[in-house]
């Protein structure tokens, strides 16, 4: 059962004009200094405390610059609204799956008083916080969890999520392996929520159309050696390949150049997508990738790389997720405000009302100005509209399909958008 979601009256105070201080992120997750990546501001009214569990380290450590800069960026721009909230964050690392620096950067947040955490980015290091984190009260929020194991949870309505279910990736990925006329394919994906999770919805959605799923492979993300595996896969002749991993990937990728496999041939996920840049061996030219949310709009890169940039950390190389972490602060702040309060409970009981029914709005800014004027908003962010179930989930998102070029530069070529119930 998850926890009820009721709409509080809302809560009405003008702050003066809050200045940021932002610092770039380090892989310190026991300080509240700014050693540890922690930003925020200065201002009357609500005082919201954030914390972030986001790859620095690990084996989804490219997520992890685009998703802290898109909360950096929420939090510079709930400050500079000043309307009646102040927010800071402290960002920490979650490594991954290997390490235990997720519980240890879990428990330095939760001491540390926060009311929300963005993330984690895998759905396997959320599994073995997600417990210990709403157990405390404390709300979290993931912008990149995908698993469709979240979705009926037992976590008293303190998990949320503003990527979609795997479901839904499944559904357009074989989709789109359908539509490029394959009709003999191979599955090759990580042993864990995230890769059993998505290569299953894919194998129904393969299946429901007749479509031969040839080789189903999974495989050990911690091993340094996947010729076995690959061995398996292309043992079945397949006219399209799906890998489903982090990473390790990128020797997947290899053995598969290795073994002559023609990459046009070749499909991966969000997990994967990015991790080849221009420049880097194997070239992977014609693979396609499908990433949960909408393209990063022209605008909002530009914000993230100028923020990035003041803050002396490199450009970004990659916007996933970015859209989805902005959203998830930005809804935090927003039940706080609409709700009067800024712990833990006030906001799990104000997030599904803010994101749903109410007049639309698309900024914080304007968002909170309706909440202070007792209008019942309906948040529609840069992910999409975002309307959360009773389950936490969204239940209407876009999924990007990407497509690599000669030299392993990559380009956004469609955006697929679906339901979920």
């Not at 895998?122 to 404390?138: E, N």
């Not at 990527?163 to 990736?169: E, G, I, K, R, T």
């Not at 080789?215 to 911690?222: C, E, G, I, L, R």
């Not at 840049?277 to 605008?299: L, N």
Request: aromatic share 6%.
């Amino acid at each position: 059962m998850r926890g009820t979601r009721a709409t509080f009256l809302s809560y009405c105070a003008v702050g003066a004009a809050a200045a940021l201080a932002l610092s770039a992120c380090s892989g310190g997750s026991d300080s509240a200094s700014g050693a540890s990546g922690e930003s925020g501001a200065a201002g009357d009214g609500l005082d919201l405390k954030v914390g972030s569990i986001l790859p620095q380290t690990g084996s989804l450590a490219t997520l992890g610059p685009p998703e802290i800069a898109g909360v950096d960026l929420a939090i510079k721009d709930i400050n500079d609204a000043a309307a009646g909230l102040t927010a800071t964050v402290t960002h920490t690392d979650s490594g991954d799956t290997t390490t235990n620096i997720a519980t240890q950067s879990a428990t330095s947040l939760i001491s540390q008083g926060v009311s929300g955490i963005v993330g984690a980015a895998s759905s396997g290091v959320s599994m073995t916080i997600i417990d210990q984190i709403t157990s405390a009260g404390v709300v979290q929020i993931s912008p990149a969890n995908t698993s469709p194991d979240f979705t009926d949870y037992d976590d008293n309505g303190f998990f949320w999520r503003t990527a979609p279910s795997d479901v839904l990736q499944g559904q357009i990925l074989g989709n789109k392996i359908i539509e490029d006329g394959k009709t003999n394919v191979a599955i090759l994906y990580m042993n864990d929520p995230y890769g059993i999770g998505l290569a299953d919805n894919l194998k129904k959605t393969l299946d429901a159309a007749g479509v031969t799923v040839a080789a189903d492979v999974t495989y050990d993300p911690a091993a340094s050696n996947f010729t076995s595996e690959i061995g398996q896969v292309l043992g079945s002749d397949p006219d399209a390949l799906v890998v489903i991993g982090f990473e390790e990937s990128k020797v997947i990728f290899s053995n598969i150049a290795t073994a002559g496999y023609d990459f046009a041939n070749v499909y991966g996920t969000d997990g994967n997508y990015g991790l080849m840049q221009p420049g880097d061996q194997p070239d992977i030219a014609g693979a396609q990738f499908t990433v949960p949310g909408v393209k990063a709009p022209e605008d909002f890169q530009a914000q993230l790389q100028e923020l990035v940039k003041s803050q002396g950390s490199p450009e970004l190389t990659t916007f996933s997720y970015a859209a989805e972490s902005y959203d998830a602060t930005v809804l935090l702040a927003l039940a706080a405000l609409q709700g009067g309060a800024t712990d833990g409970a006030t906001i799990r009981d104000n997030l599904q009302s803010v994101s749903e029914d109410g007049t639309k709005c698309t900024t914080y800014a304007d968002c909170a100005d309706l909440i202070a004027a007792g209008t019942d908003i309906d948040y529609d962010g840069l992910s999409g509209p975002i309307t959360f179930s009773d389950k936490g989930d969204v239940t209407e998102a876009t999924i990007s399909i990407f497509k690599y070029s000669t030299g392993n530069e990559s380009e956004w070529v469609d955006g697929v958008t679906g339901k979920l119930s």
